[in-house]
């Protein structure tokens, strides 16, 4: 046991948060874009979509559309969030500036980095889903003091994708590869409820996305959204837990394989 835990990191792993944080302190506009993006998704939907569509059934309750795709996407902006903090910015790390490799030459561990780079994607998830679920009481969209649970939801979705993230940016040979990125990510935000409710896909088509993180974490942050819980609610988020413990300790055994001399 004592030699499975260290790869998958150490409270060392702070301190490549601590780097991270310093490295973008001068590039606030990136971080303020993540607050206003939420705003304009949801005005959007509010203004145009939601007086369209109608209601919409959730836990028994009749919703607004605007009550039920918001959650689905403070979902999908945790997953998009953890896919370019995981993928992106730690190639260009592994592949172009090499940081790593300076990284390993202190006391830091493969493992430390991996999960270093997978808090980080916590941290920035954490900061917008707070701005998120803070326009969304603002607007009405949020039908519930449990709306609040979304923001540690989100971080759990965040989780998920990240670490699965990293796990995957290991194995991209070049920036062509990206593409991959997106053909997994694109219907992933298109076919996972995000928009429309499960029972309307066909059977084959619901049956596969039910596997989806991104269903599992939409439905999970909409049951919330409205205060109503059911037991499947724990399921669901082990489910994205187990996914990202897994997704971890595939991307610190690649680290170890690629940057070990």
């Not at 836990?59 to 996407?73: E, L």
């Not at 500036?97 to 430390?112: E, F, K, N, R």
């Not at 519930?144 to 540690?152: G, V």
Request: glycine share 8%; charged share 10%.
């Amino acid at each position: 046991m004592g030699r499975v835990l260290p790869v998958l990191g150490s409270r060392r792993a702070l301190h490549v948060v601590e780097r991270n944080a310093m490295f973008y302190r001068n590039q606030w506009l990136m971080f303020a874009s993540g607050f206003v993006e939420p705003l304009f998704y949801l005005l959007s939907i509010g203004i145009g979509l939601n007086h369209l569509v109608g209601t919409l059934d959730v836990g028994g309750r009749p919703v607004t559309y605007a009550t039920f795709v918001a959650p689905g996407m403070l979902a999908t902006s945790a997953m998009n969030g953890a896919i370019i903090d995981s993928v992106f910015n730690p190639f260009f790390r592994l592949k172009i500036s090499h940081a790593y490799d300076s990284m390993l030459t202190t006391p830091l561990d493969v493992g430390d980095i991996a999960l270093g780079e997978a808090l980080w994607a916590l941290a920035r998830t954490g900061l917008y889903a707070v701005s998120f679920v803070g326009c969304m009481f603002a607007l009405g969209d949020a039908s519930s003091p449990l709306a609040l649970l979304e923001i540690p939801g989100a971080l759990a979705t965040s989780f998920a994708f990240a670490s699965l993230g990293l796990a995957a940016c290991t194995y991209l040979r070049s920036w062509q590869d990206f593409d991959l990125i997106t053909l997994f990510s694109l219907p992933l935000f298109l076919f996972s409820a995000t928009f429309f409710p499960l029972s309307l896909y066909p059977r084959l088509l619901a049956t596969l996305v039910w596997f989806s993180p991104l269903y599992q974490s939409a439905t999970l942050l909409r049951g919330l959204n409205v205060g109503h819980l059911d037991p499947w609610m724990i399921p669901r988020l082990a489910y994205l837990c187990a996914l990202g413990i897994i997704g971890l300790a595939i991307a610190a055994r690649r680290f170890r394989r690629l940057l070990s001399p």
